[in-house]
Every structure is written in structure tokens, then in C-alpha cells.
């Protein structure tokens, strides 16, 4: 059983530069969300998407963000012109389908962690 | 406004003793409250889940959570904490397309 992969695990960049980060959610899950994790914090939501269309995005997406998932399969977040701000560990979850009573369990990838010096 | 509390930053058991970690929470509507594990390294793991009927639940682990509607609670539980069970636990709540977590209670396991 494969479960939510992101890549990378690590970035290290410097202010100004672009970073993306990719997110593979379970094969057969059609919903797939990011979240933020900041030291010290529980997980924040950012943005959500089923199948590709992308269907809410939190105020702390900023203009500077952006996610896709354009097959519906994998999914990406780019992060343009990084702030020291932007420091945190990235988190992809996916969802299956719902069937019948919507359950809300998400299954977590391990995290993307961008420093920015 | 919708937010959960953990109210305990930092805990410290000794292995084979009993854990009760706590959490409360404000929500309008009926909430799915749910209880993740974080280990170093390793991403968010379900404990377990509460949506209706039998306000004790049982999770992985050997972990259980009570609801408690008029304490705005979900209180997380176990009997005989082990020294695997040191982490990083957060309640949530919300429903499926967006979860409000608590700011966490990192668990530290003495010998």
C-alpha cells in the first residue's frame, strides 16, 4: 500500500527564489489537500482540491502561492519570490470518495520542510 | 468562531502510567473531532475519530477519546503509556474539507 508521497522532503532557498513542491496522494483518493506547519503550530489549512478542480483556498494562500493538480492525480504548490515568512513544513493529504456519510479522514504525506534563509 | 484547545504544550509520564490529554473545542455545528499522532520524521497518523453515537471511542494503539458535549471536550486517553507512544498529538475538528487543529501536546515518555 503506497501512501501520500511529497518531494522534497527538504528545501533550502534563499529569499527571492521560486520553490515547488509536489504531492502524490493515494491512488484512488480524488480529494487532496495542503496544509501549513509552523514550528510550534498544529497544521493550517491552505487549499483543496477534487479530482482538479480546485475548490476553496484559505486567506493564507497568498497571491504568491499557488497550487494545481491538473490531471487529477498529483498535485503541485509553488511558492514564488519565498519570504523568511514562508518557513515551514508543507503537508499533503488526500481523501477517498465520499460514500454515504462524508467521515472527513485524511491521510498525511511526511512533509515538505522549506527553510528560507 | 471555530478553534480547538489544547490547553498542555509540553507532558511528561513515566512509561506504565495512565495519559489523559485534553482538548476542548468551539464549533457551531455537530463536529467530527478527530485525534492525530506526529513522530519525528513520520507524517500525521489518525488515532481516532468521532462522529456520532458511542461518545467513547476506541482508537489505535490502545488509545480512547470521550466526548463530552456540554464540556466542549474530546479528552484523549490511554491506560499504560509505553515509550513508543512519545510524540506530538493534535485533536481536530471540522468536517472533511477542512480541519481546524489544536496547536498540539508534545508527549514526553520517562523510563
Known amino acids: 500500500d503506497t501512501g501520500v508521497s511529497q518531494n522534497p522532503r527538504h528545501k533550502i532557498t534563499k529569499r527571492g527564489q521560486n520553490v515547488t513542491f509536489r504531492c502524490d496522494p493515494i491512488?484512488?483518493?480524488?480529494?487532496l489537500y495542503w496544509y501549513r506547519q509552523t514550528l510550534g503550530q498544529g497544521p493550517e489549512f491552505l487549499t483543496y482540491f477534487q479530482n482538479e478542480a480546485q475548490l476553496e483556498k484559505s486567506r493564507l494562500l497568498s497571491d504568491r502561492f499557488s497550487a494545481e493538480r491538473p490531471k487529477g492525480s498529483f498535485s503541485t504548490l509553488e511558492i514564488q519570490r519565498t519570504e523568511q515568512g514562508d518557513s515551514a513544513m508543507y503537508l499533503c493529504?488526500?481523501?477517498?470518495?465520499?460514500?454515504?456519510?462524508?467521515?472527513?479522514?485524511?491521510?498525511f504525506g511526511e512533509g515538505s520542510r522549506l527553510t528560507v534563509l | 468562531a471555530q478553534s480547538v484547545t489544547q490547553p498542555d504544550i509540553h507532558i511528561t509520564v513515566s512509561e506504565g502510567a495512565s495519559l489523559e490529554l485534553r482538548c476542548n473545542y468551539s464549533?457551531?455545528?455537530?463536529?467530527?473531532l478527530f485525534w492525530y499522532v506526529q513522530s519525528p520524521g513520520q507524517g500525521l497518523q489518525l488515532l481516532l475519530k468521532y462522529f456520532s453515537g458511542d461518545t467513547l471511542v476506541q482508537g489505535i494503539k490502545g488509545f480512547e477519546a470521550e466526548f463530552k458535549r456540554s464540556q466542549s471536550s474530546f479528552n484523549l486517553r490511554k491506560p499504560s503509556v509505553h515509550w513508543s507512544d512519545a510524540a506530538e498529538y493534535f485533536c481536530?475538528?471540522?468536517?472533511?474539507?477542512?480541519?481546524?487543529f489544536g496547536t498540539g501536546t508534545r508527549l514526553q515518555v520517562f523510563p
Open positions: 493529504a488526500s481523501s477517498p470518495p465520499r460514500v454515504g456519510a462524508d467521515t472527513g479522514e485524511l491521510f
Open positions: 491512488s484512488e483518493h480524488n480529494r
Open positions: 464549533y457551531g455545528a455537530t463536529p467530527y
Open positions: 481536530a475538528v471540522g468536517r472533511a474539507d477542512k480541519l481546524i
